[in-house]
């Protein structure tokens, strides 16, 4: 066999394990990213319940708010809202607060998003987005998001009160 068939039968060799290698990759990189959906989704069942419970105890802490949960094309999570009238010299004036608190839907990004949207009096005072890399995202860490975010909520609103 001639020095050329060799160097031919080795690049047809590294051909097909360059083949073999893609399709092992491409295996590998599904089964990853069906891995990052099903961690999206524990992280996301979890994390909703907990700021599902922050809010109903903000809620028990501040008569006047509705709580109502939210599932929809945005994220899940929960909101609470209020509307107070103030009373000035011959005028009334209506009064809106809320905090809504979401865990966005998977991407492929490979994120998990907290988005925020806080409301005091008519004021904008939250308005944010926490992320974590789903390769690094745990439970412990999203739940002191979620947790700093309704406190900064409580603080602000007890402020304004």
């Known amino acids: 066999m001639s ?4 160097r031919l039968q080795r ?14 990759s491409a295996e590998a990189d599904a089964a990853s990213e069906e891995e990052l959906r099903m961690k999206h989704s524990h992280l996301r069942s979890e994390l909703t319940e907990h700021i599902e419970g922050c809010l109903q105890k903000l809620y028990e802490h501040f008569p006047g708010f509705d709580y109502s ?6 994220g899940w999570g929960a909101r609470i809202t209020r509307e107070d009238i103030k009373l000035g010299r011959g005028t009334a004036r209506n009064e809106y607060s809320r905090l809504e608190i979401l865990v966005r839907p998977f991407s ?13 009096r008519n004021r904008e005072s939250l308005n944010r987005s926490n992320y974590r890399f789903l390769k ?4 412990p860490d999203l739940t002191q ?9 409580a603080e602000q609103f007890s402020a304004n009160a």
Do not use: C, M, P, W
């Open 108 to 120: 492929d990004l490979h994120i998990l998003e907290i988005s925020t949207k806080g409301t005091l």
């Open 136 to 139: 690094e995202a745990t439970l």
């Open 145 to 153: 998001i979620v947790d700093g975010i309704v406190l900064e909520f």
């Open 69 to 74: 949960t939210v599932l929809n094309e945005k």
């Open 3 to 6: 020095d050329f068939e060799e």
């Open 11 to 24: 690049a047809i060799q590294r051909g097909q394990q360059a083949r073999l290698a893609d399709s092992a």
